[in-house]
Every structure is written in structure tokens, then in C-alpha cells.
């Protein structure tokens, strides 16, 4: 399974066990239970923490489905709804398992069928529980694709109040001839057409890569550099993106009568990070890495090359297999005075 949808997972199972315990500790002390079962309190819990994985796991793998095939694909209102039909089936499904566990293995201390099972108070609140705690959940995966993903905890955490400094690889990722095909088009297709593009892009998630900004018909994508990191994941999310549009080629040329090509300049070193804004809230880097990795990405037309690197990201990958390097020279980068090595790189 993709890491994507492993993490999607692993916050669903997190969220249920955690708002399943707290249903728990919430009817132990408030108000009585109106099913009668033979079940210690020890017992009732541990059956109930059953639930939380398995929750977590229903509403996830239903999530990423609707993300993966329902996403822009429906109106809002049918994705809504779709997503209340769903809750209302696993809940109906996860009820089922719940009467026959506690019927054979707790046991209730007097015969009750399924249906009064569930139309008894405690039923009909949880249930509602249930609808609440997976809207919350949707809710927060939408904050968080919005954000940019895992920058909602790093924001709720306060990590970034203060600026402070942080090594990061970054590549910008441009379209080529966008002019030419912005003409072509006009706005409304050339809109949907970059809409299909970084749809598309959803194929660097499995290489660790953050989008840090969508910049018109370019993206930033961004790694926190650390002693362990493979740095050849920044090549190979970026390959990856070319072979899913390479896939897709025959859609494109169906749909827009071309197909996009995208070029990139990878480089790593120091910026400085904080969260800016207060009518509208986001995590900024800032420094001379991101220039740099902006300039570099600008010269790939002047070499007619995909993918340049800066001397600083080579060093890190030098002695590593995979691909081709290529020296193309020293550069005075606009703004800058020193000279800069940039490399050109293709898959070997």
C-alpha cells in the first residue's frame, strides 16, 4: 500500500481509539448505559478498543477512495452525501458486529433482539457520535491537504511562532511553454489543464516530498534534510512525475490536443522558516535556497534540459547510481554574484 494511504490509515485508527475512549470514559461516568450486558467495566473496554483499529480502518480505506476516484470528480453536495450514505453502511455493519460480540462473548443479562439493540438510546447517541467524530476527521484531512500535508499539527504545535533556520532540499517544478499553451487553450481550459497536471503530481507522495506552494503553472516542493535522508528520492519524485504524465499521454492529447512537459531545479541548503500572516495563515521559507533553486529551474530553456541541480544538492548524491550527471558550467545567477556549478541530471 502506498505511504500515502498508510498515513491516512494511521491518523483514522489514531482518531477512532482515541474518540472511542473517550465515548467510554463519557458513559462510565455520565450517563448510565440503557444496554444491559454482564461485562465488567475492564471487559467493556477492551471490547470497545476492538472498534477503534477497526474504525479507523473502514473510515480510512473510504476516505482514500474518495479521494482517489470522487475528488473533483462530483459536485460537493453528491461528495457529501456520498460520504453520510458511507458512514451510515459502516456504522449499520459495525453495529452488526457489536450486538454478536457482546451477545456471545459479554452476554446481556436479559434476551434482546437486534432491533432492540439498536434503537436503544445508547445506540441511537452513538451512532450520532459516530457520524460527528468521522465529520470531524474529514474535516481536518481537508484542512490539512489545504495546508499542505502535516503542516496543520506543526501549526496547531506553535513549531514556527518563531523563525528559525532549517536544511531543506526544495525543486521547482515549471511548465514549458506555458505562454504558448495559455494561448492555445484560453483561461478556462489552460486552468483545467494545469488542474490535470498537478493532479497528476500526486505521484511524488510516494518519495516524502511536501508541496510547499503552487505558484500559477508552477510548484515548490520541499525535504527536510537529514543524516539519513536519501537524497536521490528528490530525482526520483520528480521521474515519477514525468512516467504518470507520460501515462496519461494519450488523455492529454484527447483532451488538450498537446501533452505538458516540466522541467526542474533541485537545490538544498539553510532557509529560515516561520508562520506568517493573519488574515490568512501559512508556513513562508525564506533565503538564498530558494533563489537559487528558482534560477537554477529558470536556465533549463537556455541548456534545454529537464532537470538541473545545484553543486550543493550533487554533492549530496555524487557517489550514488541511478543516473547521468553532466557539468554544463559555472553561473552568474540572476541576483547573485558568485559563480554557481550546475549539474544536469538523467535517469541512467
Known sequence: ???????????????????????????????????????????????????????????????????????????LWRLELFGLVSNVVIMSIMFIMAYFMIKFTLGFNEPIDF??????????????????????????????????????????RGDFYTPRVENRVFMFIDLKSSTTIAETLGHIRYSQFIQDCFFDLQAIHEYGAEVYQYVGDE???SWKSTPSMDYLVCLKAFWAFQDQLKKREANYMAKYGLVPVFK???????????????????????GDTMNITSRIQEKCNQYDRLLLVSECYYNKIRHQT???????????????????????????
Open 115 to 156: 432491533w432492540q439493540f439498536i434503537s436503544n438510546p445508547s445506540a441511537i447517541l452513538a451512532f450520532f457520535y459516530s457520524i460527528f467524530v468521522n465529520f470531524i476527521m474529514a474535516l481536518l484531512r481537508q484542512i490539512n491537504l489545504s495546508l499542505g500535508d502535516g503542516n496543520l499539527w506543526k501549526l496547531l
Open 219 to 221: 510548484v515548490v516542493l
Open 322 to 348: 541511478g543516473f547521468k550527471p553532466e557539468l554544463l558550467g559555472e553561473e552568474e545567477l540572476r541576483g547573485k554574484h558568485e559563480l554557481i556549478k550546475i549539474y544536469s541530471l538523467e535517469r541512467a
Open 1 to 75: 500500500m502506498k505511504k500515502r494511504n498508510l498515513r491516512i490509515l494511521r491518523d483514522y485508527i489514531i482518531g477512532w481509539i482515541i474518540a472511542i475512549i473517550f465515548w467510554v470514559i463519557m458513559r462510565s461516568y455520565g450517563v448510565t448505559l440503557h444496554v444491559p450486558t454482564t461485562a465488567e467495566p475492564a471487559q467493556a473496554l477492551r471490547l470497545v478498543i476492538i472498534f477503534g483499529p477497526l474504525a479507523g480502518i473502514m473510515f480510512g480505506l473510504t476516505q482514500i477512495k474518495i479521494e482517489r476516484y470522487l475528488y473533483r470528480r462530483i459536485p
Open 264 to 286: 526542474a531545479g533541485i537545490n538544498e541548503g539553510e532557509v529560515s522558516v516561520a508562520e506568517v500572516g493573519e488574515i490568512k495563515r501559512e508556513i513562508a521559507y525564506h
